[in-house]
């Protein structure tokens, strides 16, 4: 999968993510774009084909709404480093589950709670 971290999460995400081998993500910290608009993240989330992943629900789902079609967004509590990490690759496993991650998160929004409850929705352009 590819994915963009958000800053307000740590660049460890995107380190272990790119680790792996079997994904490929980017964090703001690690190309010099810190302090970039929501607006700005999404358009290049758009122009790169990349899950947006973000404690930040409110303002991600309202400009992700506002597109016909998305990559996805990947919603996490707001919880410590190492719990973000072990939540970030329960949502991965469980899109896995259901066949390519990256075709079933177009359009839609998985969010997990710190009880480790997945929700995975519909949401395109209202």
């Known amino acids: 999968m590819k994915f963009f971290i958000d800053e307000c999460l740590s660049p460890l995400l995107a380190r272990r993510?790119?680790?792996?081998?079997?994904?490929?993500?980017?964090?703001?910290?690690?190309?010099g774009r810190r302090g970039e608009r929501d607006d700005e993240v999404v358009e290049r989330c758009l122009?790169?084909?990349r899950v947006i992943v973000t404690e930040?629900?409110?303002?991600?789902?309202?400009?992700l709404r506002?597109?016909?079609?998305?990559p996805g967004l990947i919603i996490l509590p707001a919880i410590d480093r190492e719990g973000t990490w072990r939540l970030l690759r329960?949502?991965?496993?469980?899109?896995?589950?259901?066949?390519?991650?990256?075709k079933i998160m177009v359009n839609h929004v998985a969010e997990v709670d710190a009880s480790e409850s997945i929700r995975l929705n519909s949401m395109s352009k209202d």
């Open 17 to 31: 993510l790119n680790e792996s081998g079997d994904h490929e993500a980017i964090h703001p910290l690690d190309l």
């Open 47 to 49: 122009r790169e084909d």
């Open 56 to 63: 930040n629900a409110r303002d991600f789902r309202a400009l």
């Open 66 to 70: 506002t597109v016909e079609l998305h």
């Open 90 to 102: 329960k949502v991965i496993d469980f899109l896995a589950d259901q066949g390519d991650p990256m």
